[in-house]
């Protein structure tokens, strides 16, 4: 068995951990889980971390839960949180539910008879459970003393907005998540991010207090990005694991654009490689940092695993397109959804096909058809200066006209303006 704990240690994942826990989980296989609350239909990149914790667990010979949280999702966890969380329904819970399993098993190894991974669902355990016999059989086993000196709750205590009944009750229904899997499943170690620790801990006090037994805790490290901004978000919106989310592609260049602090940092945390291999790509990647050796690395690795080496494959012509010298033929491979994808957020503008048939010169196309060139003169400026290609090829002479025989999969135009300015017009 290799050492899971010092696995997270070198990686840099490693934040907290309760004594004695190493020495049990070298002691032989042991069972440990972390929570997913399933607040959308898929996992984002926020939650790569404890994915890649679930993944070292299971490597290292242990047997991995992933407890998706149907009941506590309706709850709301208030732990980092400066506001209260809207409340879903039972519908939306498990519609979620299913996009979540199908992406942990990507990452995690179900069909083992010795360690596979198990998912377990605590609305399970809790859809049969009244109110009277929780605070009964769990509320009892800790004071309110206790459950108010968490940071979690002080400082949405000593906020504007205070705290509801629903949200100061979220650590009991953790902790007893943590008994029952403890009680049912023999899982003794628990491990979640470092904004998890007090919930974590309740857990093992109730452990200790209900049964007088005795469990684990190991949390790691909150990924936050060197300048500032939060780990997981573009301008765009957070990155999802789910291709119909956030494209491939866009996953893909998520990681390529990582600075070089946050790279050192992410290829320890988000890919299997091992400690040599990873040293050896660092200094490839010193001796020549506009190689981008390291982002190359990082986002090859973690595209193939979210998604598929055909993804991988797509994302990289897809910037070799944009980027490079990559060809026309390409995006005649794709379809209109993918084109569309590739070009988010690149203006667009919209071309009457019948227009088109006749055929129309340039200057008319980008100036007065659409609104790529302020004017006429602007497109004569840019020809002349070498800087216009359409559909890859460069634009020569001011006499060139444009037809439907140059659409794209028999509706897109592309217009570049330069090397990275990029326009696309759409036929209808």
Request: charged share 25%.
């Amino acid at each position: 068995m290799k050492n899971f704990v010092e696995e997270l240690r070198w990686r840099g994942m490693l934040h907290d951990i309760m004594p004695n826990t190493e020495e049990k989980l070298n002691s032989g296989m042991t069972s440990g889980y972390i929570g997913f609350d399933p607040t959308a239909d898929s996992l984002h990149i926020g939650h790569l971390t404890q994915i890649m914790t679930l993944i070292h667990f299971q490597n290292a010979g242990h047997k991995p839960f992933a407890l998706i949280g149907g009941a506590t999702g309706m709850v709301g966890d208030p732990s980092g949180k400066s506001d209260e969380r809207n409340l879903q329904t039972e519908e939306m819970v498990a519609h979620n539910l299913e996009g979540m399993k199908k992406q942990l098993a990507k990452f995690l190894t179900f069909d083992d008879a010795g360690n596979g991974a198990v998912m377990v669902n605590n609305a399970d355990w809790f859809k049969n459970m009244s109110f009277l016999d929780f605070i009964r059989d769990v509320g009892k086993h800790l004071t309110v003393n206790y459950m108010m000196a968490k940071d979690s709750v002080k400082k949405r205590l000593e906020g504007d907005t205070g705290m509801s009944f629903t949200e100061f009750s979220y650590q009991l229904v953790q902790g007893y998540d943590f008994y029952y899997l403890w009680k049912h499943y023999n899982c003794v170690v628990q491990m979640g991010g470092s904004d998890q620790w007090g919930n974590i801990v309740t857990g093992t006090e109730l452990i200790r207090r209900k049964d007088a037994g005795t469990a684990y805790a190991i949390t790691t490290q909150l990924i936050k990005k060197t300048d500032g901004t939060k780990f997981g978000k573009t301008e765009s919106g957070a990155i999802w694991l789910n291709a119909d989310r956030t494209s491939p592609y866009k996953f893909y260049q998520f990681w390529l654009n990582a600075s070089d602090d946050d790279v050192k940092k992410w290829i320890r945390i988000f890919t299997l490689k091992n400690q040599a291999e990873i040293e050896n790509l660092e200094k490839e990647h010193d001796a020549a940092p506009h190689l981008r050796i390291l982002q190359k690395a990082l986002a090859e690795d973690i595209t193939v695993r979210t998604h598929s080496a055909e993804a991988l494959e797509t994302a990289i012509k897809t910037s070799e397109f944009l980027f490079g010298n990559g060809a026309l033929s390409f995006l005649q491979t794709l379809d209109s959804k993918a084109v569309l994808e590739i070009f988010e957020g690149v203006p667009q503008y919209n071309i009457s096909k019948t227009e088109l048939k006749e055929g129309i010169d340039i200057a008319s196309l980008l100036a007065e058809k659409t609104a790529v060139f302020p004017s006429k003169g602007e497109v004569k400026k840019t020809i002349q200066g070498g800087g216009l290609s359409i559909n890859k090829a460069k634009v020569s002479e001011m006499m060139a006209t444009y037809s439907n025989s140059d659409l794209i999969n028999d509706q897109f135009i592309v217009v570049q303006k330069g090397k990275k300015n990029y326009f696309l017009l759409i036929a209808e």
